[in-house]
Nanobody, 120 residues
Framework: QVQLVESGGGLVQPGGSLRLSCAATGLLFRFYTMNWHRQVSGNQHELVASIYGDGSQTPNYVNYADSVKGRFTISRHNAKATVFLQMDSLRPEDTAVYYC?????????WGQGTQVTVSS
């Protein structure tokens, strides 16, 4: 059974930092492209960052939404089957539920989400 378990969310002041983690079990992690998405109020959904897996043509290639470029950093540790999202210079508009997403070929899996709230 595949599980993606996010952690690291919480309340932070504007300008602060958080580090999200997503631990994966039950899949060949290194082959999967790992993504972080976020959703606000059930409607607005955004792909925040991606890091490609060994199953892609460009392993470890990273990509970011324009809204987070220069502030967020995605990374992965294949031996620990974990993907990270380092979030710096956080803004109130970064407030959302952040979801971990794994995809490879026709397979995809989602985590349960972790709340990030940026507020003074």
């Amino acid at each position: 059974q595949v599980q993606l378990v996010e952690s690291g969310g919480g309340l932070v002041q504007p300008g602060g930092s958080l580090r999200l983690s997503c631990a994966a079990t039950g899949l060949l992690f290194r082959f999967y492209t790992m993504n972080w998405h976020r959703q606000v109020s059930g409607n607005q959904h955004e792909l925040v960052a991606s890091i490609y897996g060994d199953g892609s043509q460009t392993p470890n290639y990273v990509n970011y939404a324009d809204s987070v470029k220069g502030r967020f950093t995605i990374s992965r540790h294949n031996a620990k089957a974990t993907v990270f999202l380092q979030m710096d210079s956080l803004r109130p508009e970064d407030t959302a539920v952040y979801y971990c997403h794994a995809e490879y070929g026709t397979s995809e899996y989602w985590g349960q989400g972790t709340q990030v709230t940026v507020s003074s």
